[in-house]
Structure formats: C-alpha cells, structure tokens
C-alpha cells in the first residue's frame, strides 16, 4: 500500500487510487531491478482514431523511469485499472522511446475500456517482452511485408526501421489486406509511403462498393505479382492465422524458403514471461519464445487442431 | 508480319506451353483495349471468349438488389478474366467491367473448343490451366468468405 508520509512525487500509485495493482508500485529507495510482473504507471499523450474500431494510444511515462528501449514486433501488457492486461504490440517507431505508441482494435473489456482513455488518464504498462521481428538479419536481402487487418500495427515499427536504414535493404514491398475501404489502417500514411520510390506498397479489400478503386481480394492474391527475389527475400508476415497460413502457401509457390519467413502469432498472453502457460503452443510460449517465429519452426504446430 | 505469338508465348498463363499448341490458341486470338468503366462482359450473357490480361485492372462484380455493383475480386496485370466459356451452358457468372485503361488478348472460345475437339491434348492442356485458375480464384473467396479479420478474430482480453 501507499505510504501517506512520503511525497506524492516519490509515491507509484496515485493517492487513494481505487486500483491496488498501482498500490505496489515502489517507493523511493535505490534501484531495484524492475519486476517484470508489476505495472508501470504511463500517461495518456494522445488518443486518436484511426477508423471505426481501431485507435492509438500514445503515452508517456507518468513517473520517473529508465528510458523505455524495445524492437519492432515487441508487445506490452496493458493494464486498464480494474478491468485487466492486454497484450498489445507497440506500433511506433522502435529504439529508445520516451512516448510509446499501440494501435488497438477495440474488440474486448480491456481494449474497448482503453479506448475510453483520455488525455492525461493513467494506465498500468509491463514490458517489453517477446522475439521481434529479425529486421538486422534481413540487411543485403528483399524484404516482403505483408500484413492482414490490425497486423499492421506491429509491422509497421519494422517498416520505420526498414525506411530508417533504407540503404541496408533491397527492394521493399508491402502487401496490406484489410476487410473493407474503412477498415483501412493508417490509411494517410500509406498514402505518403505510395508517394515513395524505394517501396511498393500494394492495397486490397475483402469486400467493397463501387466507390472503391482499388484493388479488391484476399492479401494472398497479392503475392504473385510482389516483385522481390524469392532466394534472397525474408518475409514478415502478420494477420490472422488463417492468413498466414495462406500467404505463405502462397509464398512456397513462389519459391520463398520457409526459413526466410517469419510470422507473428497470437494467444492468450497474460504473464508475458512464459510462466503461466496461457499461451503455450505446443512446447513453445508465444509470449517468450514469440510472438515473432521463424516459420520452419512452428509449421508443424499451425497444422495441429486447437494447439 | 509480326503476329501474336510471341506475346501469347510470354505471358505467365501461357508459360510452358508447347509450341505447337501456341500457334493453335494464337490462331483465335486478338489483341483488344477497354476504356476505363467499359464493360467487358455481362452477367448471363453467352461466353465465347476470355482474357489475358496485359496491363490494367479489371473487376468482377456482381448486382445485387438495393446495393448495387458490388465487385468480389480485382484482376490485374498477367490474369485471366472469363473461364466460363470452357464448361457448359456457356453462360457469363459475373460483369467484367475495366476499371482502368485495360490492354488484353481476347480468345475466341468457340473457335477454341472447335480445336479441342481434333486436339484432345491442347484440349486438356486448357482445362488444366483453367482448372488452376479456377482453384485459385475458389481459395481467394473461400477466405472472403471466412470474414478474415471480422470481429470474431483476436480479443483476448
């Protein structure tokens, strides 16, 4: 619990925060290593739209902490106070970061009561944790991105970077599948990344109007017309599973190796550290040993029922 | 005098054919254009002929009542529009309307199916490239229709 005799700036939790989880943040003291299970305090900068059902939380430290460093791919646990955590990947630029960006759908208790949040409102942040995707790994080569629906938020770190250290790359192309033209994601900036000349960017909708000019289709059907050396490309792929699966069946006939495809899978995350089993996939933890695998390592377990 | 052989021969749906049977499909072949928002082909009326997509997009769309057109798949550069020609009753299962400037080889499916019938080789070799387009374009919508990314997908929290 909170200690009243200390000075609201040496205190974690707000003074009579309703939420006990918050009660057990620190007291001033030397530094500890910080406990993997106990949430941060972090404030909201911003909380914007980005369409009907998905938004993003910027936020800010709400007190005093080492710089915040994580990779693309990586996901935090947020904590909605007396709700619950979510797993969600950041979806800003990667590195040292003192204001995080996740993009959310809102689709569950926490998620829709994080989307609720306002300007100044404090919420509860454990992390980073996970593998991210191997972008280092894929200097010298062709890197493929193809994202389906909120699967872009957590590629889109791995792009910045990509965009960041463009002259390590070859070429660059993202394939971006979304249910219809309003549940496109970042829809002004691929705009800007259409506008650039050192990447392809290829757009499709499941389903569409007449209003929509562009291309309708699953993702998938994007691939065989992706230009990029299949031998020396690495695809990061994300979506849901199903997609994944197709896109790199789509990816074999195109002559991608399977070690040269990473995707990102996703479970039930609680603890984050591999410890509560939550999210066990056979004998790996999504949320220790992922969510970003090399492909050739989990292909046998996305064949198996309720795995 | 320059024909459409080589063109024919180049394109990825063609890619391993025979030459033989090359210069056969060349023979009911024709290079045309669309303008943007033409029609290539309407809903039940008779297929006689597919295209080949050189450069443009074209989409298949179906009419629903109260709704209007509402396209189900795009086709673009290298892919084929049309396999309804190849099995009975001939009859056009959706609009092809270009929805860009569209540059294609159109081919004759009567004049086709006249060859199959002396060729039986040329014949089934047709019906497994349509087959496979046809298994392609079943799996694309078979995840349309799974709602991919619908609000059943995700939410653990």
Known sequence: MTDPARPPAERGAPEGHPDPRFARVPQAGPPAAPDPMRPVRWRVLRNESETHDTFTLTLEPAEERPPFRFAPGQFNMLYAPGVGEAAISMSGRAGAADRIAHTIRAVGRVTTSLRARRRGDEIGLRGPFGAPWPVALAHGHDVLLVAGGIGLAPLRPALLEIFDHRERFGRVSLLFGARSPRDLLFAREIETWRGRFDVDVEVTVDRAGPEWRGTVGVVTTLVPQARFDPAGTAAFVCGPEVMMSFTVRELERRGVPHDQVWISMERNMRCGLGLCGHCQFGPLFVCKDGPVFRYDRVAALLGVHEV | ?157
């Not at chain 2, 180049?10 to 030459?19: E, L, R, S, W």
């Not at chain 2, 309804?84 to 309307?97: A, K, M, T």
């Open chain 2, 1 to 157: 005098m320059e024909t459409l052989e080589p063109i024919i021969a180049g394109h990825p749906f063609f890619q391993g054919m025979k030459p033989e049977h090359i210069r056969l499909v060349t023979g009911c072949a024709a290079n045309v254009r669309f303008e943007p928002g033409e029609y290539v082909g309407r809903e039940g009326e008779p297929a006689h002929r597919f295209w080949v997509i050189r450069q443009g997009r074209i989409a298949l769309e179906i009419h629903a009542p109260g709704r209007g057109a509402l396209t189900i798949q795009t086709l673009g550069d290298g892919d084929v529009a049309g396999w309804s020609w190849i099995v009975p009753p001939y009859q056009l299962r959706f609009d092809i309307h270009a929805m860009t400037a569209t540059r294609a080889l159109m081919f004759d499916g009567e004049c086709l199916r006249g060859k199959f019938a002396t060729d039986h080789e040329l014949g089934y070799e047709m019906m497994q490239r349509f087959s496979h387009v046809m298994l392609r374009r079943l799996e694309a919508m078979s995840l349309q229709l799974l709602d991919l990314y619908g609000d059943h997908v995700g939410g653990h929290d």
